[in-house]
């Protein structure tokens, strides 16, 4: 199966996109409620308390913000793109409806399970290179490279130093080690979030300047 699979929803200026920080945000249980049997449909999607508001204040500080998520259900059959486009655009919608400022600026979405032995699934970070070179760096790629995008980024040296990060305020939210893992091989600072709280229990933090993230050992 070919992936990841990207939607980009906006057209930043370029000189404002080249020094804006990116926060990275899983999706089921940052930004809507996770569910055992996944989200299925638009109508399963129900955002967490806070989490449109939260995104609100990263887009009024100057954040590009960017859904990095792991949905295997499309790999097992269980739906495809389209019906991944309609959760997203579901979750959008209803962002926006609780706060104005609530603009993703990507989606950007591995399909595949653990056992593919993908390139794109977290806690591989290359969904995030790929998020900065879709977001900042302005890059488009084919079908092809997309899918080979783990070969464009490089192999993590999970045994040596955490990666500079692109921007000193990159942040990487999520609620799973291997979204800590993804972040900290991207080199951006790190922020667990409990799944029934999500991206308001740490929204101050990731506006902290000085904030240097949770520590991770991978």
């Given amino acids: 199966m070919e992936g990841p699979y990207v939607r980009v929803t906006t057209e930043v200026p370029f000189e404002q996109r080249q020094q804006a920080p990116i926060a990275f945000l899983d999706r089921d249980g940052v930004v809507n409620i996770g569910r055992p049997g996944y ?32 949905q295997s259900p499309l790999s097992r059959g269980l ?6 486009e309609v959760i997203h655009r579901s979750l959008q919608s209803k962002l926006l409806s609780e706060d ?14 653990f056992e593919d032995q993908c390139s794109c699934r977290k806690p591989s970070p290359n969904m995030l290179h790929l998020g900065h070179h879709l977001l900042r760096a302005g890059s488009r790629f084919s079908s092809d490279e997309l899918h080979n995008a783990g070969k464009q980024y490089g192999v993590v040296d999970w045994w040596g130093d955490k990666p ?26 790190l922020f667990r979030v409990s799944r029934d709280v999500g991206l308001v229990q740490v929204e101050q933090r990731v506006l902290d300047e000085n904030d240097q993230g949770d520590s991770f050992q991978p």
């Fill in 39 to 70: 989200v299925n449909t638009a109508t399963e999607v129900v955002l967490l308390p806070g989490a449109a508001t939260s995104i609100g204040a990263l887009k009024q500080q100057g954040y590009l913000v960017c859904i990095v998520t792991n």
């Fill in 79 to 84: 739906w495809g793109p389209t019906q991944l």
């Fill in 100 to 113: 104005s400022n609530a603009l993703i600026d990507a989606f950007i979405t591995c399909p595949h399970r």
């Fill in 164 to 189: 500079q990060p692109f921007h000193g305020l990159d942040a990487m939210v999520g609620d799973r080690r291997s979204d800590m893992g993804a972040g900290w091989g991207y080199g951006a600072r």
